[in-house]
């Protein structure tokens, strides 16, 4: 076979699994919007769903946005100060935190631990014929497995942004004051003026995005398990790269139309 053959067979290949993806995609959407139709078929892996990526990360999310916080305003009552642009500091806290390195690192946070565990959990079950079984008795594995996940994942991100912001903002005054004490009057007057609508609704509309893209790469990555369990772990490494990359291409491309 000839360098040109493999090359047209790798990108018949590829646009082959474009289209496959695409339609996964549609598929998803369409089967996550129609969940809450349904009953409570599917409920509970929704709420397991959230608790694993919502509520058992709010320690290490708190911990991020409280480092964050305390940084951002250290540098910006001595630093800045130095400088005479100590008022800068609050500007800088609202952009980093609602709507910069929030949603991005709550994103990470969230792919590491959720998305590697759907992308091995679904692919435990392609493995062990779970999802044959589903498909045997007429449920459909996309709306009764995947959806639920899209939808806690997504949900549960948006709310860890609001975490987030809440920590990075508030929570890390409080540790400021144990080294290096800021009017209270000063802080928050400057903080609300500097804070915009438009700053946390940006940051929220990234954490959407976010969720949405980690929760579909992941189940994808899942259900593309084959047969050997050599591929689960794969699938999970697989999905936390892949939703890595996806995630910054997404946040630099809304950067760049929330400033242009």
Same mark, same amino acid.
Do not use: C
């Given at each position: 076979?000839?360098?040109?053959?493999?090359? +047209?067979?790798?990108?018949?290949?590829?646009?082959? +699994?474009?289209?496959?993806?695409?339609?996964?995609?549609?598929?998803?959407?369409?089967?996550? $919007?129609?969940?809450?139709?349904?009953?409570?078929?599917?409920?509970?892996?929704? !709420?397991?769903?959230?608790?694993?990526?919502?509520?058992? %990360?709010?320690?290490? !999310?708190?911990?991020?946005?409280?480092? /964050?916080?305390?940084? /951002?305003?250290?540098?910006?009552?001595? !630093?800045?100060?130095?400088?005479?642009?100590?008022?800068?500091?609050?500007?800088?806290?609202?952009?980093?935190?609602?709507?910069?390195?929030?949603?991005?690192?709550?994103?990470?946070?969230? %792919?590491?631990?959720?998305?590697?565990?759907?992308?091995?959990?679904?692919?435990?079950?392609?493995?062990?014929?779970?999802?044959?079984?589903? *498909?045997? *008795?007429?449920?459909?594995?996309?709306?009764?497995?995947?959806?639920?996940?899209?939808?806690?994942?997504?949900?549960?991100?948006?709310?860890?942004?609001?975490?987030?912001?809440?920590?990075?903002?508030?929570?890390?005054?409080?540790?400021?004051?144990l080294i290096h004490p800021v009017g209270l009057v000063?802080?928050?007057?400057?903080?609300?003026?500097?804070?915009?609508?438009?700053?946390?609704?940006?940051?929220?509309?990234?954490?959407? !995005?976010?969720?949405?893209?980690?929760?579909?790469?992941?189940?994808?990555?899942?259900?593309?398990? %084959?047969?050997?369990?050599?591929?689960?772990?794969?699938?999970?490494?697989? $999905?936390?790269?892949?939703?890595?990359?996806?995630?910054?291409? $997404?946040?630099?491309?809304?950067?760049?139309?929330?400033?242009?």
């Amino acid at each position: 076979m000839s360098l040109l053959d493999r090359l +047209g067979g790798r990108a018949i290949d590829g646009l082959r +699994g474009l289209s496959y993806a695409l339609g996964y995609s549609a598929r998803l959407v369409i089967e996550s $919007a129609r969940f809450f139709t349904r009953g409570k078929v599917g409920f509970r892996v929704l !709420v397991m769903q959230i608790l694993f990526t919502g509520f058992e %990360a709010l320690p290490v !999310v708190g911990v991020i946005a409280l480092a /964050i916080g305390v940084a /951002i305003n250290l540098i910006g009552s001595s !630093v800045l100060s130095g400088f005479g642009q100590g008022q800068l500091a609050y500007t800088l806290l609202v952009i980093v935190v609602t709507k910069e390195l929030g949603p991005l690192l709550t994103a990470f946070v969230v %792919a590491a631990r959720s998305g590697t565990a759907i992308a091995t959990e679904l692919g435990g079950m392609a493995v062990s014929h779970e999802l044959e079984a589903y *498909v045997a *008795v007429g449920a459909d594995p996309i709306a009764y497995l995947a959806a639920p996940r899209f939808l806690g994942v997504t949900i549960s991100i948006v709310v860890l942004d609001i975490y987030f912001n809440i920590f990075g903002i508030l929570g890390s005054f409080l540790v400021l004051q144990l080294i290096h004490p800021v009017g209270l009057v000063e802080y928050w007057s400057r903080l609300i003026e500097t804070l915009k609508p438009s700053d946390l609704v940006w940051g929220s509309l990234k954490s959407l !995005v976010f969720g949405s893209l980690i929760a579909l790469v992941s189940t994808y990555r899942g259900f593309s398990v %084959a047969r050997a369990t050599t591929e689960v772990p794969v699938a999970g490494i697989r $999905a936390v790269g892949s939703s890595f990359v996806l995630v910054i291409l $997404a946040d630099a491309l809304i950067t760049v139309v929330a400033y242009v």
